[in-house]
């Protein structure tokens, strides 16, 4: 005997409601997929380690906050820190030697070092369920006539501020454009005095501080903190993706386009196009991305390819 | 020592000079001209037929068959990605592929097992003749990432289909047979009055049909839509203006490299006489790439040499971080000493083999062993 | 450009290749016939006369370690009991456990399996149902029987399996047959949210049975994939039918982001929830003031420390003795009873005289009921067909000041129509 089918009662509150939490989801995969573009657009690797270092920054976090009990916002800073100093670490111990190496070769190394890291989280951290600590538990406000989750306005906000950080760093600061100059051609670089390696490194560990942020925002509220928490990261990639590698901006639109997409498909396919199965949710950012690339190769904003014979 | 090795030789030129082109893409010359690879050849059969009936036992000729189909599958990744330069996360979707068509048409149809092993290379074939448009249209890092979003679009088509995968429950292949004509490899052949394991007689059919393959993309290879592969791989530009159809050969790259995945992905299905979607996910795909890394992209030797290298790895790491001397980093349960479980040791193992394996070689096992060969070839003057 | 000496790499292959060398080649090892000897058991594999060997493949690692590991350690306290104050099986015969690391991925499972059957007399834990799906093929060719971690129905009549409680399906036709009439849920609109798997469509066959005997229509059922991120479509789903209670079929980490962002949405039905959906750190998160009011769990038996269940005190003290850093948990008491249940079969087969494969199927068609002492209701046993879970189940509700962070509400309910429901497997 089967149950009463969902009744068409999907209102248009709903439909807010489901819009806006698209949009905080979107805002923590672009987080996510921020700190992937910021690697690509200085050296050219896709770093699937990413993953691990949002991990490893939400259980700094929760370190910071839980056993040394500091105060949540310090402990977020500290974790940002120590996500920089991981980023710096690993790039000087082995992506450093892997310069002319062919991207797959790079590839293949930063998923190894992401089965290490992930399993040295769950070695020190254990596999339990953990609870971060935040603030902001699961008080929510109305705006709007939506009910919006605390812990949604400021993952958020911290997008917006990041990239406009972003913004502001490469088109205003020396550093930007050292990087801007080194994604383009090393050498030329190297021959205008720009430090490559300093540039590699400060890539690695902005990286790293932006993971250290996404992971907090993940693990945020009553969703637990478990080792878990990093698959996630793989939903990162189509947004990464459809936004154009090297795209900050991108990034983020896209990750907000993907946030949509999946919340809207969580919500209208099982009434109304059922016969894709259950759960399509999971793969609809994938179709997507798809289509958008059909219709334009490099993502949304990502630099179009010029290929010289 | 080189001038004593100089007089032995039969007089004559030197022993690689060729007079023709039809001799230079030989793949095995006469014995008086490349003595080694004969020898490497009578080796690897004297190793065929001898490590299953006398040397390894049932437990370890499994994990020698899973490398098998391990190799299969790497070679058809070696072909897409080694040799026409389109890297591709897609491949466990194909192994997917096969292994549900072993399941439905040998284990629910109950159709001949040269029938469905055959079925499953067409059906490999068509599906990666459809996907291969879109290396068409993208590149690089995009096809990557398109491609993993197949393995994902795999996992949900297998999870949803119930009525030919089983669904999330999966589905056995338990009453799939396994014979050709009187040899029957699932009770274990009998030959010459010897009755074989299981084990034993599965290996022999894996490892018979990696020669196979790896016999044909060997000779794709050498042939001329190896060549024209190998230039789309170095420059695509170039080789559409010299007038190699991309078109053709990135599609046909892309067939025939999942024809080879679902033939493994067949065999992978008859080994563990059970197939569910999880397995079929990014974990797989990743290990296949690992493997085409770590054996040596552009070589089919490679390709065997990293199966046997990543998943023999994996298992020779299994049973041994039982060791005593990796005690104090082993715990057992909550509330004991040491810092990793075993499972997680094991991961950080392989992970550490990768990593440290690619940072001291980065083009791989196959590159390593031209080294070690050319090291030899150039004594006394190996620096 | 630094050149890359050749014998670089070459250290390092070597080193693997010590490392291989160091472990010997497995032997193969046939299933020796075990010939009955006067007043000896005969070695079979698994038992070497002396200690008696059980297979356990549980995930040590990955995001199910957190099930796997407490499930051990009941196993091994369990045994370590045994050892040391009853000598053993039958007194005699010492009992270790071979752990191996299943990843909680099939092929792994598969791979550990053939690994380690030659080693061992049966299996005491294997964890997840795609995990038992994968490895059943193989128990059956190979005539070994094994214990599930997991509740599903399908185990009910599998010759090879020795499943232990009232599975999903029961839990989930008592606890609403509970709730509708007793626990003020006559009336209401009842819908489920599950898992998109196995899991899930197990707990929905109980609601869609017990719906059916109590007469009632459900509400709609709304499913979600494992890890989702965000449930608001589907806590709008429920939220727009009016569904005033729910049955959850879900894992303890998608537990708290449901019932988070339903605490969010102001939504706040009767959560009815199936065993595995709770871990204690739920109970000290920010949502225990929501869970205490909304939540309601469906398990089995008496409330931790309960003196009055002999089984129960039993469990307490040897917990405290053989793992005193163990936390009271839940899936530590269901280790240890699983290993009670696979004890109870050894005995048998000792007694029998035969340890082999055979001989422990032999053993488990003659026993008639596995006893759990009121730790879980004792199963009716014998062949396949003749086998009877418990029909009964207790619900509890959340408590930060109780060891599991879990009081009783309701103990050993049965609903009338309970034993009505057929196990087809």
């Not at chain 3, 709304?222 to 049955?247: H, K, R, Y």
């Not at chain 3, 005190?313 to 240890?336: C, H, K, M, W």
Request: aromatic residues 12%; glycine residues 12%.
């Amino acid at each position: 005997m089967s149950p009463v089918p969902l009744l068409a009662a999907i209102t248009a509150d709903d439909l807010l409601q489901t819009g806006f939490s698209g949009v905080a989801l979107g805002c923590k995969y672009a987080l996510i997929a921020l700190g992937f573009s910021i690697i690509f657009k200085a050296t050219g690797v896709i770093n699937f380690a990413q993953g691990a270092f949002v991990l490893i920054g939400a259980y700094f976090t929760y370190s910071f906050t839980q056993t040394w009990e500091l105060n949540f916002y310090l402990s977020v800073v500290l974790a940002m820190a120590a996500g920089a100093v991981l980023g710096v670490a690993i790039e000087a111990l082995v992506l450093r030697r892997l310069v002319n190496e062919a991207p797959v070769t790079v590839i293949m190394v930063t998923i190894g070092i992401l089965f290490i890291l992930d399993n040295v989280v769950t070695a020190i951290w254990g596999p339990d369920n953990r609870n971060l600590g935040d603030p902001w538990g699961v008080s929510t406000r109305e705006l709007l006539g939506v009910t919006v989750a605390d812990r949604d306005m400021w993952t958020m906000a911290s997008t917006g501020l990041v990239l406009a950080a972003f913004y502001v760093f490469f088109r205003f600061s020396t550093l930007g454009l050292a990087m801007r100059a080194a994604a383009v051609d090393p050498e030329a670089a190297m021959a205008q005095g720009i430090p490559a390696r300093r540039v590699y490194r400060v890539s690695w560990a902005i990286a790293g501080m932006v993971a250290a942020l996404a992971g907090t925002t993940l693990a945020a509220g009553s969703g637990q903190l478990s080792p878990a928490t990093g698959a996630l990261a793989l939903v990162a990639f189509p947004a990464m993706i459809l936004g154009g590698l090297d795209s900050p901006l991108g990034a983020v639109v896209g990750g907000i386009i993907i946030g949509l997409v999946q919340q809207y498909t969580a919500l209208l396919a099982p009434e109304y196009f059922d016969w894709v199965g259950e759960s399509f949710e999971r793969v609809s950012p994938y179709l997507v991305m798809i289509i958008i690339l059909l219709i334009r190769p490099f993502g949304l904003y990502g630099t179009q390819e010029v290929r010289r014979v | 020592m080189a001038a004593i090795a100089h007089a032995f030789r039969a007089g004559g030129p030197n022993r690689d000079l060729v007079l023709s082109y039809a001799e230079d893409v030989k793949l095995l010359r006469s014995p008086r001209r490349s003595p080694w690879r004969w020898v490497f050849v009578v080796a690897c059969a004297a190793l065929f037929w001898l490590l299953p009936t006398y040397f390894v036992g049932d437990p370890g000729l499994r994990i020698l068959a899973m490398c098998g189909i391990f190799a299969i599958g790497a070679i058809g990744l070696n072909l897409l990605t080694g040799f026409t330069g389109q890297v591709s996360l897609g491949h466990a979707f194909f192994v997917g592929a096969g292994a549900y068509t072993a399941a439905y048409f040998g284990g629910q149809r109950g159709w001949s097992m040269p029938a469905y092993l055959l079925l499953a290379a067409l059906i490999g074939f068509v599906v990666g003749g459809v996907i291969g448009p879109f290396a068409l249209r993208l590149r690089g890092n995009y096809l990557v990432i398109v491609t993993l979003g197949l393995v994902f679009l795999g996992q949900h088509l297998w999870s949803n289909w119930d009525s030919v995968t089983g669904g999330g429950a999966g589905i056995s292949l338990g009453a799939a047979p396994m014979s050709i004509g009187p040899l029957d490899f699932k009770e274990g052949i009998e030959l010459g009055g010897e009755a074989y394991s299981f084990e034993q007689s599965f290996f022999w059919l894996v490892w018979g049909l990696v020669a196979l393959g790896a016999l044909l993309a060997k000779n794709l290879v050498r042939s001329r839509p190896g060549r024209a592969m190998q230039a789309i791989r170095d420059r695509d530009l170039s080789a559409e203006v010299i007038g190699v159809s991309l078109a053709r050969y990135k599609v046909g790259a892309f067939a025939w490299s999942s024809a080879y995945a679902a033939v493994a992905g067949a065999l992978y299905g008859l080994l563990q006489q059970y197939v569910s979607p999880v397995e079929f996910g990014l974990f797989l795909a990743i290990t296949y790439l690992a493997m085409i890394i770590i054996g040596g992209l552009g070589t089919i030797f490679g390709s065997v040499l990293g199966a046997l290298f990543v998943w023999g790895g994996r298992s020779v790491i299994e049973q041994n971080s039982g060791q005593a001397i990796f005690d104090p980093l082993i715990t057992t349960g909550s509330g004991e000493a040491g810092i990793f479980t075993i499972g997680e040791f094991n991961a950080v193992l392989f992970g550490l083999a990768i990593v440290l394996f690619l940072l001291f070689e980065p083009r791989g096992l196959a590159a390593f062993w031209l080294r070690i060969k050319s090291w030899f070839l150039t004594w006394p003057f190996s620096y | 450009m630094k050149r890359h000496p050749w014998f670089r790499p070459l250290i390092l292959l070597t080193a693997f290749a010590l490392a291989a060398g160091a472990c010997g080649g497995r032997d193969d090892d046939d299933d020796g016939a075990a010939g009955d000897e006067e007043g000896e058991l005969a070695t079979v594999p698994g038992f070497d006369g002396t200690t008696i060997r059980l297979g356990v493949i549980t995930p040590t690692s990955g995001p199910v370690a957190v099930i796997g590991n407490p499930l051990t350690a009941g196993n091994e306290a369990y045994w370590e009991y045994v050892n040391e104050e009853l000598g053993g099986v039958a007194g005699q015969y010492p009992v270790e456990l071979v752990i191996e690391d299943s990843a909680y991925d099939p092929p792994t499972a598969v791979q550990k399996y053939n690994q380690i059957k030659g080693d061992v007399v049966m299996f005491n834990q294997l964890l997840g149902t795609p995990i038992v799906n994968a490895v059943l093929e193989q128990l059956n060719a190979d005539d070994i029987v094994a214990q599930p971690a997991t509740l599903d129905a399908f185990w009910v009549r599998e010759q090879n399996l020795l499943p232990i409680g009232a599975p999903y399906q029961i839990q989930a036709i008592n606890g609403l047959d509970w709730y509708v009439n007793e626990g003020g849920g006559e009336g209401q609109t009842i819908c489920t949210l599950r898992q998109d798997d196995p899991y899930g469509e197990a707990g929905q066959e109980g609601v869609d049975f017990a719906a059916e005997q109590l007469g009632i229509e459900l509400g709609p059922e709304v499913t979600f994939p494992v890890g989702n991120p965000d449930f608001t479509s589907q806590i709008s789903q429920l939220q727009g039918a009016d569904c005033q209670a729910v049955w959850l079929t879900a894992v303890p980490s998608d537990t708290g982001t449901a019932l988070g962002k339903a605490a969010e949405l102001g939504y706040a039905p009767q959560w009815l929830a199936q065993s595995p959906t709770w871990v204690t750190a739920l109970g000290e998160s920010p949502l225990a003031p929501y869970l205490q009011e909304n939540y309601l769990w469906v398990s089995e038996g008496p409330e931790y420390g309960d003196e009055s269940a002999p089984g129960m005190s039993e469990l307490v003290r040897i917990q405290e003795t053989y793992a005193p850093d163990q936390e009271p948990d839940i899936y530590f008491n269901f280790g240890y009873v699983e290993s009670k249940a696979v004890h109870q079969l050894l005995e048998q087969a000792v007694e029998n005289g035969d340890l082999s494969h055979e001989g422990i199927i032999e053993a488990m068609n003659a026993i008639d009921a596995f006893e759990y002492e009121g730790l879980l209701g004792d199963y009716g046993w014998g062949a396949p067909e003749d086998r009877d879970p418990p029909r009964a189940n207790s619900v509890f509700r959340p408590n930060p000041d109780k060891p599991i962070g879990l009081e009783l509400v309701v103990q050993e309910h049965e609903a009338p129509f309970a034993a009505e429901f057929e196990f087809g497997g």
